[in-house]
């Protein structure tokens, strides 16, 4: 079942820089949608649309629908707040809050007025679990985010996302900078949330992309050159640009 | 010829290397020695009657309370003023505004505010707050002109201040849901708070030693009770001393050392607080 | 719940913006109250009285000529002591002071900043003011010289932070570059470290100026408070009286509204708009130190 679909989207930032080029696809429910391609291709651009996070940004032209269960979230009317609690995005250096582990976690549903302490306390576990590092902090939740390592912090990041509940996930390059053991487990909690989450990755190689993938899209200078089944994608794809990204030829 | 050349070179820079700090050892020097020596010789003019008692015998004798607790209520009523005025705008210039004419505009009129010789912003709160809106010449009148004149301090500190948080944390706030102000008061608040409190100290301790906004603000000679309201003038420590070492004929030399150490130790102590605080907050800041 | 947070969000950010703009208000209301008290002088006191070189209000003599002067003179003279120790100060810190030797100076440089005016002047008249009479072997120690004197150190926080920041600024490649080239650190500073800070350090030289013309209690205190022209040399080692000091120590005395009221402010004026001129020089002609330059000025 579809849960995004986005039509004709383009995008231009201010300062001319990369930009999205009538993208149009479909994003399937409960799976792992991989954006790949060499960087500047507008992947990064196009999860900052899908939670309005380009809002910060001066973006000088936009046009195009994205519909999130039929509704378009690009309307000027669109509750962004809401938007952005049902589209939880995880970034490509862990950015743990200045604050303790628990509150890290607890920062997004404070915010949305949540204030009984069993039902924080609750999220606080059970989003740690699923991000798969309770047992590593459980102990020293009251402790500064900061103190953990880069591969915890990621992951904290992923929890604190998940305390809210989304729908959707975002994820820009979420192991780019995390030894390969962190990355495994990043990798493997993704695996886990794609039965109750709609996840889309961008990954920070091709390895990875065709690791997780269930469906994969080629990104180029803000074109999309294939999108379709990601197993098929890695071993037989059907444009030639694409190969040759695969294959190493360039990027 | 190339040796030659070569420790020539190097005694010329022995010998600049030499002057540049001499020269920096002669601007330093004496404001530690002023400070040393009002330590030095006001020091034994300071007794619990000086700091509790009330001026007697054409101010020649005595204590300077009145003049302690005015400049202490100036800069109260600075502070009431000028801290939530600098430091909203300090957020609307890092956190709000875009870089467009109007925002060039603000900084303009920032940049002239600080360079606005004292002595006109006390003619200019004579103009506004004692005559045309009659507070007279009050401690109201004198905390508002102080007040403007500390503004570009606070705002141009606290914007450093709130710049300085990582704008990583605010593109995270914002993603998990949080409005721009709950980011800010949040996060980025929070972060630059020692920041903030420097500058907002750095403005306060000026506005505590100035004389000149004062003069027609707010400022009297010689009070025999301590101010019962905000519409009462005030003696102030630094008006005080320019009072009685220039305009009190056969003033005892030790009750001037003593209210100059006073007013020193007053603004060193807010100095020195700031100093502390900004070196205790970056010690311990993690990003 | 949304909707008193969106109320909320609106009232904060149109209170945060009203407070952004207060500054330019605060300015528009200085100038207009200046204006507002100062104009009329033009119309009481002729030009005549006004250009020339005779301040004496109490006989209707409103000649500004000498307490420009005066500023002029004391100005310089502060100048010719700030620039040079403040640009060495700032050198000596940014390009050949240790470490630990910077921790030390830059504070104290903050604490000369801090220093109240009127403290300098007492010292100015207790000691500084004495010691140079004996010295320099003349009539009074309260001169235009002692108030340069004071005034420069005054200056000095003022240059030192803004040349500091504009030397801090110049990309360690630059003097690495020189090194590699065979110039010797002092080559550096002087061929390449200052040249590139050129146009910091002229903003730090026209606020630490903008500084000293606007300084009041300390010249008030140590010049004399003469309202003689200064026209040459030895006026420097002779009482004057700038316009700051002229406006701080008249206008307790005159009647609100009276043509001495007035002049006053009109002098309040021509000091606004000297301050402004400065400023928006300093201001345009830098903007790498454009941060720093406006926390620190004045």
Redesign the interface.
């Known amino acids: 079942m579809n849960k995004i679909i986005i039509e004709n989207l383009s995008l231009q930032y201010s300062d001319g820089t990369e930009s999205l080029k009538g993208i149009s696809m479909e994003i399937r429910q409960n799976a792992v949608t991989v954006l790949f391609g060499p960087a500047g291709g507008g992947k990064s651009t196009l999860l900052r649309c899908l939670n309005r996070l380009n809002d910060l940004t001066e973006v000088r032209s936009n046009s195009g629908r994205i519909l999130i269960d039929g509704e378009d979230i690009l309307d000027p009317k669109t509750d962004v707040i809401a938007l952005r609690r049902k589209v939880g995005m995880v970034f490509a250096r862990p950015v743990t809050l200045p604050m303790s582990i628990r509150e890290n976690i607890t920062y997004g549903l404070e915010l949305a007025g949540e204030k009984r302490r069993a039902k924080l306390n609750e999220a606080v576990e059970r989003s740690l679990k699923l991000a798969a590092i309770w047992d590593e902090v459980k102990d020293r939740l009251n402790e500064p985010a900061i103190a953990l390592s880069g591969g915890q912090q990621q992951r904290v990041c992923l929890a604190r996302v998940l305390a809210l509940q989304p729908e959707i996930i975002l994820l820009d390059e979420p192991t780019s900078g995390l030894d390969p053991i962190s990355t495994g487990k990043v990798e493997a909690a993704l695996y886990e949330l794609k039965k109750n989450f709609t996840v889309i990755l961008v990954p920070h190689s091709v390895q990875q992309a065709a690791r997780t993938a269930d469906h994969a899209a080629f990104f180029l200078q803000g074109e999309l050159i294939e999108y379709g089944d990601g197993k098929k994608m890695f071993t037989a794809p059907k444009q030639k640009k694409t190969e040759d990204y695969i294959m190493g030829r360039f990027g | 010829m190339m040796k030659l050349l070569a420790r020539n070179r190097h005694s010329v820079q022995r010998l600049g290397y030499g002057l540049i700090t001499l020269m920096a050892m002669v601007t330093v020097v004496p404001i530690v020695g002023t400070v040393l020596f009002i330590l030095f010789k006001g020091g034994s003019a300071i007794s619990w009657e000086f700091l509790t008692g009330f001026p007697h015998d054409g101010m020649r004798a005595g204590g300077i309370l009145p003049a302690i607790v005015g400049t202490l209520y100036l800069t109260i009523g600075t502070a009431i003023f000028s801290v939530p005025l600098g430091i909203a705008a300090a957020i609307y210039l890092s956190e709000y505004a875009s870089d467009n004419r109007w925002t060039r505009l603000i900084r303009l009129a920032i940049i002239n505010l600080a360079g606005i010789p004292s002595v006109v912003y006390g003619l200019f709160g004579l103009g506004l707050f004692v005559l045309f809106l009659q507070f007279g010449t009050s401690i109201l009148a004198a905390s508002l002109t102080l007040s403007i004149m500390t503004l570009p301090v606070i705002i141009s500190t606290s914007e450093e201040a709130l710049r300085s948080v990582p704008q990583s944390f605010r593109t995270v706030s914002i993603s998990l849901g949080a409005t721009r102000w709950q980011t800010i008061r949040r996060i980025v608040l929070k972060e630059a708070l020692p920041g903030i409190l420097t500058g907002v100290i750095l403005g306060l301790e000026r506005a505590a030693g100035e004389t000149a906004p004062i003069l027609f603000t707010g400022a009297a000679f010689f009070l025999p009770r301590l101010p019962q309201s905000p519409f009462d003038a005030t003696m102030a420590l630094p008006y005080h001393l320019f009072v009685i070492s220039t305009q009190v004929p056969e003033m005892p030399i030790q009750i001037q050392y003593g209210t100059a150490l006073v007013l020193l130790i007053f603004v060193l102590t807010m100095n020195v607080i700031a100093t502390v605080i900004r070196s205790r907050a970056r010690a311990k800041r993690q990003w | 719940?949304?909707k008193s947070?969106n109320w909320?969000?609106f009232v904060?950010?149109r209170?945060?913006?009203a407070?952004?703009?207060?500054?330019?208000v605060?300015?528009l209301?200085?100038f207009f109250?200046?204006m507002?008290?100062g104009l009329p002088a033009i119309g009481e006191v002729s030009a005549g009285n006004l250009f020339s070189i005779r301040w004496y209000p109490i006989e209707d003599y409103f000649g500004i000529l000498p307490l420009i002067t005066g500023s002029i003179i004391v100005t310089i003279g502060a100048t010719l002591i700030a620039v040079?120790?403040?640009i060495?100060?700032a050198?000596?810190?940014s390009e050949?002071?240790p470490r630990w030797m910077r921790e030390v100076?830059k504070?104290?440089?903050?604490?000369?900043g801090?220093?109240?005016?009127?403290?300098?002047?007492?010292?100015g008249?207790?000691?500084v003011s004495p010691n140079l009479r004996i010295l320099l072997d003349l009539p009074t120690g309260l001169t235009a010289f002692t108030g340069s004197l004071l005034l420069g150190?005054i200056a000095?926080p003022t240059v030192?932070s803004v040349a500091e920041d504009a030397l801090d600024a110049v990309p360690r490649s630059y003097r690495e570059g020189a090194w590699a080239l065979g110039a010797?650190?002092?080559?550096t500073?002087?061929r390449v470290t200052l040249p590139a800070a050129k146009s910091g350090v002229l903003t730090a030289v026209m606020?630490g100026v903008?500084r000293a013309?606007?300084?009041?209690?300390t010249v008030m205190?140590v010049t004399g408070n003469a309202p003689v022209l200064a026209t040459k040399l030895g006026s420097l080692f002779a009482p004057v009286r700038t316009m700051?000091a002229t406006?701080?120590a008249e206008?307790?005395e005159v009647a609100?509204g009276s043509v001495h009221y007035h002049t006053?402010?009109l002098i309040?004026i021509i000091?606004?708009l000297i301050?402004?001129t400065?400023?928006?020089l300093?201001?345009s002609v830098v903007f790498r130190t454009?941060?720093r330059?406006?926390?620190i000025?004045?």
Request: no cysteine; charged share 10%; glycine share 10%.
């Open positions: 719940m949304e947070l909320r969000e904060i950010t209170a945060v913006k407070s952004g703009y207060s500054a330019i605060f300015v209301l200085i109250f200046l507002r008290e040079p120790f403040g060495g100060t050198v000596y810190i050949i002071a100076l504070p104290l440089v903050e604490l000369l801090g220093l109240p005016s009127v403290v300098l002047g007492f010292l008249i207790l000691i150190g000095v030192v010797t650190p002092w080559q500073i002087w606020l903008g013309i606007g300084e009041t209690m205190m700051t406006i701080a206008m307790g609100n006053l402010f309040g000091l606004f301050s402004l400065v400023n928006v300093a201001s454009k941060k330059a406006e926390r000025l004045s």
